[in-house]
């Protein structure tokens, strides 16, 4: 089965901190893929990064990186320098690599709210 | 830029009512999804198809069905509203399953009174 656990329900920070977004899954798969996502309030989920079981390499992207630690099972995700535009539900999922059509299987955690003040 | 679009907002519906929920995507994407999200509990996967007229339950299928006649067009049925089915449902399609993000519609609000 698989898991995806963000278990930070929701964080408020004011801006410019530095701010780090918790991931844990759990699976049974040796070949996987990971992904962030964002939801701002006008409600439309905008893909952030994919990252395969196999590429620990973190991540770069401007103010969000990305830290991916197979041993702790854990894709945590920083914004540096926080914005009040970073305001949003962030997602976190988890796809098995050998899936099409009814073996298909993405499970997404159940989100945090990261609410940025001026 | 990859573009879903769905045919409502904001839709109130009655208990018993059999509604229509419509979502179109403009990149010949092979596989479209439905979802619910509801406070606390995340997304959840209603149904996917993977190609037209293919269609493959998710975790929540009970109460709904769907229909996928051409590939752009992927249409959630809510056989009998009920209230519970009051939630905010959300479209995406993507390239592939398993390794490819989705592109998300901007989801419908429906109540079901």
């Known amino acids: 089965a698989q898991k995806v656990t963000q278990a930070q329900t929701e964080i408020s920070v004011v801006e410019k901190e530095d701010v780090t977004l918790d991931c844990v899954y759990e699976t049974r798969d040796t070949t996987y893929y990971l992904f962030w996502y964002k939801q701002p309030p006008s409600g439309e989920l905008v893909f952030l990064i994919r990252?395969?079981?196999?590429?620990?390499q973190n991540e770069i992207s401007g103010r969000y990186s990305w830290n991916f630690q197979k041993s702790t099972s854990s894709f945590n995700f920083t914004i540096t320098a926080s914005q009040v535009v970073d305001s949003a539900v962030y997602f976190c999922a988890l796809s098995r690599l050998n899936s099409g059509g009814s073996n298909y299987k993405l499970t997404f955690g159940k989100g945090t709210l990261l609410t940025v003040n001026p | 830029d990859v573009k879903v679009t769905q045919s409502s907002r904001y839709l109130v519906k009655r208990t018993g009512e059999k509604v229509f929920l419509e979502c179109v995507q403009d990149?010949?994407?092979?596989?479209m999804f439905w979802y619910r999200q509801d406070p606390g509990l995340g997304l959840r996967l209603i149904y996917f198809?993977?190609?037209?007229?293919?269609?493959e339950k998710g975790d929540i299928p009970e109460g709904y069905s769907v229909s996928r006649e051409k590939k752009e067009r992927f249409s959630l049925i809510l056989e009998s509203a009920s209230t519970n089915q009051t939630s905010m449902y959300l479209c995406?399609?993507?390239?592939?399953?398993?390794?490819?993000?989705?592109?998300f519609g901007p989801g419908t609000r429906l109540t079901v009174t």
């Open positions: 995406a399609s993507s390239t592939g399953l398993a390794v490819y993000e989705q592109y």
């Open positions: 990149m010949d994407h092979e596989n």
């Open positions: 198809s993977y190609d037209v007229k293919m269609k």
């Open positions: 990252r395969n079981s196999f590429d620990e």
